[in-house]
T-cell receptor, first 114, second 113 residues
Framework: DTEVTQTPKHLVMGMTNKKSLKCEQH?????MYWYKQKAKKPPELMFV???????INESVPSRFSPECPNSSLLNLHLHALQPEDSALYLC?????????????FGSGTRLTVV | DAKTTQPTSMDCAEGRAANLPCNHS???????VYWYRQIHSQGPQYIIH???NNETNEMASLIITEDRKSSTLILPHATLRDTAVYYC??????????????FGRGTQLTVWP
């Protein structure tokens, strides 16, 4: 298995809703990442998990809450989002965070906040 | 952090080689150069990376100048499916941003028939 799987592919949520994005990989990678990508912009790093521990938070608002239940799973819990949070949310993984390892990205979840 | 400079857009005829340049004049000795691409509405895809020597894999070749201040990604026989945004990234090897993969604006490569 050489893929990063993200679910759902599309999500529409209201500003008072709570939802979660899910990311899964079975490549034995010990680093996992969340990126956010607005239309016609490059991906922006949000969070880095290394060995199931949060190691980097790029000053992301608390309405985004990441979770890494085990080495294969990464969740992003969403609560009280704003319309400007609408974007493509990308998950990625790599063998380790530090070192010359390439990232494998999922296809993303396209989130619309209404 | 080493920054990269890439042309905003490039065109290439199908079947010809696509040569995508990247300048990284402030790169430090242990920083790797990575190339990713992103086809419309998909996640980025890792292509290749290198430190000092030229590298080749099934997708592309990476040529790094001797002074390491610039590099070129070569797609030897471009196809329509190679139309994508290509990102050249230098990963910091020190400081507060150690190891982070930051994307710049990249180069939009359009391959035409």
């Amino acid at each position: 298995d050489t893929e990063v799987t993200q679910t759902p592919k599309h999500l529409v949520m209201g500003m008072t809703n709570k939802k979660s994005l899910k990311c899964e990989q079975h490549m034995g990678h010990r680093a996992m990442y969340w990126y956010k990508q607005k239309a016609k912009k490059p991906p922006e790093l949000m969070f880095v998990y290394s060995y199931e521990k949060l190691s980097i938070n790029e000053s992301v608002p608390s309405r985004f809450s990441p979770e890494c239940p085990n080495s294969s799973l990464l969740n992003l819990h969403l609560h009280a989002l704003q319309p400007e949070d609408s974007a493509l949310y990308l998950c990625a993984s790599s063998l380790k965070h530090l070192g010359d390892y390439g990232y494998t990205f999922g296809s993303g979840t396209r989130l619309t906040v209404v | 952090d080493a920054k990269t400079t890439q042309p905003t857009s490039m065109d290439c005829a199908e079947g010809r080689a696509a040569n995508l340049p990247c300048n990284h004049s402030t790169i430090s000795g242990n920083e790797y150069v990575y190339w990713y691409r992103q086809i419309h509405s998909q996640g980025p895809q890792y292509i290749i990376h290198g430190l000092k020597n030229n590298e080749t894999n099934e997708m592309a070749s990476l040529i790094i100048t001797e002074d390491r201040k610039s590099s070129t990604l070569i797609l030897p026989h471009a196809t329509l499916r190679d139309t994508a945004v290509y990102y050249c990234i230098v990963r910091p090897d020190r400081g507060s941003t150690l190891g982070r993969l930051y994307f710049g604006r990249g180069t939009q490569l359009t391959v035409w028939p």
